[in-house]
T-cell receptor
Framework: DAMVIQNPRYQVTQFGKPVTLSCSQT?????MYWYQQKSSQAPKLLFH???????NEADTPDNFQSRRPNTSFCFLDIRSPGLGDAAMYLC???????????FGPGTRLTVL | RKEVEQDPGPFNVPEGATVAFNCTYS??????FFWYRQDCRKEPKLLMS?????NEDGRFTAQLNRASQYISLLIRDSKLSDSATYLC??????????WGAGTKLIIKP
């Protein structure tokens, strides 16, 4: 089945220790998104790729970086996680920009 | 005023009832509208896109009211499994995806 996969599902890191979250998709979609979601809040779009074009949201902190080495994979790097970065990180894809999105199961990040 | 607003609820509804909730948006030039469902600690899942003419999928009906700038979701014959948070998403003319904070629905037996 075509799907969006995120690894790991749970990640524990220490304050300030870099962490990388991974997302892969078998849908062959052009667009991949990274969201941060905290409890009882809407998902917050961090950035997205349309093919190789990177689009950063204006309020995304520099602490968050992303890489998309090919169509199937996208990575979220958090360079120096703070306690406030503890959240669910969701990867999504869509065939065209800003259309129906398909989400992976998310990675729950804990910062100690 | 928030760009996309939803009543957070919770809406407590008996099984079998009909429930409806709205999502208002501020940008009159918004282009695309979607409803997602999110279960506790799970990812959002697309429920339905919202078309200008309205659309129906089984027990679910979505409507768009451009004049009053809101979309609605109607659930008929509600099931226990409909309990979830329902999020609306608006793609506006500034090429931004704006998410509502969601409406929590609890279906009671």
């Amino acid at each position: 089945d075509a799907m969006v996969i995120q690894n790991p599902r749970y990640q524990v890191t220490q304050f300030g220790k870099p962490v990388t979250l991974s997302c892969s998709q078998t849908l062959n979609h052009n667009v991949m998104y990274w969201y941060q979601q905290k409890s009882s809040q809407a998902p917050k779009l961090l950035f997205h790729y349309y093919d190789k074009d990177f689009n950063n949201e204006a309020d995304t902190p520099d602490n968050f970086q992303s890489r998309r080495p090919n169509t199937s994979f996208c990575f979220l790097d958090i360079r120096s996680p703070g306690l406030g970065d503890a959240a669910m990180y969701l990867c999504a894809t869509s065939g065209v920009q800003y259309n129906e999105q398909f989400f992976g199961p998310g990675t729950r990040l804990t910062v100690l | 005023r928030k760009e996309v607003e939803q009543d957070p609820g919770p809406f407590n509804v008996p099984e079998g009832a009909t429930v409806a909730f709205n999502c208002t948006y501020s940008n009159s030039a918004s282009q695309s509208f979607f409803w997602y469902r999110q279960d506790c600690r799970k990812e959002p899942k697309l429920l339905m896109s919202v078309y200008s003419s309205g659309n129906e999928d089984g027990r679910f009906t979505a409507q768009l009211n451009r004049a009053s700038q809101y979309i609605s979701l109607l659930i008929r014959d509600s099931k226990l499994s409909d309990s979830a948070t329902y999020l609306c998403v608006v793609f506006d003319s500034n090429y931004q995806l704006i998410w509502g904070a969601g409406t929590k629905l609890i279906i009671k037996p």
